[in-house]
């Protein structure tokens, strides 16, 4: 079952941290770059951060950009987002997409359900 699972949200005080992770399974993970996306209560989906295929290139939000971290670990199928300097605003379900096209350049695409990040006092 082709799938992406995210874990690792919870609630977290200001200026503090959180490390999300997303698991793939049911594909070639290693051919596909990676998505961090977010969705705020009320507001629409908006791009959070890129890694490529072989993790050797990453790309941020310039909202997130010094304060989150994105790495992958192809053994293990699993994609993180390392988030420091927290704020109320980054409060929102994260969510992992991954895409692109397989050796046989079909596009492929799949996202998981998210997981809850609530930044608060």
């Known amino acids: 079952q082709v799938q992406l699972v995210e874990s690792g949200g919870g609630l977290v005080q200001p200026g503090g941290s959180l490390r999300l992770s997303c698991a793939a399974s049911?594909?070639?993970?290693?051919?596909?770059?990676m998505r961090w996306y977010r969705q705020a209560p009320g507001k629409e989906r908006e791009y959070v951060a890129y890694?490529?295929?072989?993790?050797?290139?990453?790309n941020y939000a310039d909202s997130v950009k010094g304060r989150f971290t994105m790495s992958r670990d192809n053994a293990k199928n699993t994609v993180y987002l390392q988030m420091n300097s927290l704020k109320p605003e980054d409060t929102a379900v994260y969510i992992c997409?991954?895409?692109?096209?397989?050796?046989?350049?079909?596009?492929?695409?799949?996202w998981g359900q998210g997981t809850l990040v609530t930044v608060s006092s």
């Open positions: 049911g594909f070639t993970f290693s051919n596909y770059a």
């Open positions: 890694i490529t295929s072989d993790g050797s290139s990453t």
């Open positions: 997409n991954a895409r692109g096209f397989d050796p046989r350049y079909r596009y492929f695409e799949v």
